[in-house]
């Protein structure tokens, strides 16, 4: 293809001026991540649920700050928008373009897409599985990681035993993808006379001082998994008692037509899911070949249990408040 007005265009867009971003020196700094990456070694060593909370919120923002550089460091050497514009007007009209060009041309990442890569993480992970960098198990664990950071720090959700376990597959995927990075520019000056820090500095840092064992951390997530189960199918058969529940003296169960029916209704018709969840929490033993190979299935198990753990401890609650009810009888309150 040969056409005047493209070969006088500058061909690269650096930073587009529809593309709010960064200069580069100062976007790539490292420094301040190796004081980030320092803190979450030091929350992860105390121990205790509030530095594991702390550590699980760092982590998630280092990774989507490299998660960011990766996608910026493709961006950054795409052709420009207008030349773009041009050899896709050219196509259309029928010219000819030899095969690279009509892949970058079908490749070009738009205005549009930048503005959803900049503001949704999923957007900016499923672009990285099209370019190769993730694998789509890669991408569905830290799209869920990040869930459970928001269920932490948003919501305050997450259920405390799990927390340390999110922090050490964090660290050891986070460690994997800062290994890999292929930085744009490297700093060669600091402000302030600071030391310069380089990515391969940083590599190993955050897994430094811990044994990183798949097997155990297979057994960890297996151990939680079986017991949030077989909280389920304790539930299950409370919920299945009080449903046929009689007597003078047993709690007396609305009708399965109001919402305390319809939610022991709920929760009796899972028990023909127990067996399989049964099953497939067991087989987390077994899912030591690597992280992602570990965390998927623990992910999408997950993602079924928390469907009906609502139902559940909203059982557990009214159970226990019965319970007091009776305890408050019998002492003559």
């Known amino acids: 293809m040969r056409d005047e007005k493209l070969v006088g265009m500058s061909p690269l867009q650096p930073f587009a001026s529809d593309w709010n971003r960064a200069a580069v020196p100062e976007s790539e700094q ?9 803190e979450v070694q030091r929350c992860a060593a105390v121990g205790d649920q509030a530095h594991d909370r ?3 919120i760092l982590l998630d923002h280092l990774v989507e700050v490299i998660i960011g550089r990766e996608v910026n460091v493709r961006l950054t050497l795409q052709i420009a928008d207008k030349v773009i514009e041009e050899m896709r007007e050219f196509r259309e ?3 000819e373009l030899e095969d690279s060009l009509s892949l970058l041309v079908d490749k070009h990442v738009g205005p ?7 503001d949704h993480l999923p957007e900016r ?21 990040h869930e459970y950071r928001n269920a932490a720090y948003h919501r305050d959700t997450l259920e405390g035993d799990l927390i340390s ?4 597959a964090y660290r050891v995927l986070a460690n994997e993808l800062l290994a890999r990075h292929k930085p744009l520019a490297w700093t060669m000056a600091a402000s302030g006379g600071q030391k310069i820090v380089t990515p391969q500095q940083l590599r190993g840092r955050l897994v430094e001082g811990v044994e990183v064992d798949l ?5 960890r997530f297996h151990s939680h998994m079986v017991e949030r189960v077989q909280a389920i199918a304790s539930a299950v058969g409370e919920a299945g008692n009080l449903l046929g529940a009689g007597g003078d003296e047993e709690p007396q169960v609305p009708a ?23 099953k497939r929490a067991e087989g987390l033993r077994s899912k030591a070949s690597s992280l992602a190979g570990l965390m998927a299935p623990f992910i999408n198990l997950d993602r079924e249990l928390r469907r009906i753990e609502p139902s559940v401890k909203r059982l557990e609650m009214i159970t226990d408040y019965w319970v007091q009810q009776q305890i408050d009888e019998i002492r003559g309150k």
């Open 30 to 38: 490292w420094n301040w991540l190796a004081v980030e990456i320092a």
């Open 215 to 219: 097997r155990a951390m297979a057994g």
């Open 93 to 95: 009209a029928g010219g």
């Open 112 to 118: 549009e897409r930048r503005k959803k890569l900049d």
């Open 125 to 145: 992970t499923k672009y990285l599985v099209q370019m190769g960098v993730l694998s789509a198990a890669e991408r569905d664990v830290l799209d869920r990681l």
């Open 256 to 278: 399965a037509d109001d919402e305390m029916g319809r939610m022991l209704t709920e929760l009796r018709a899972v028990s023909k899911q127990l067996p399989s969840w049964t």
């Open 54 to 56: 702390l550590a699980l």
């Open 165 to 168: 376990d999110l922090v050490l």
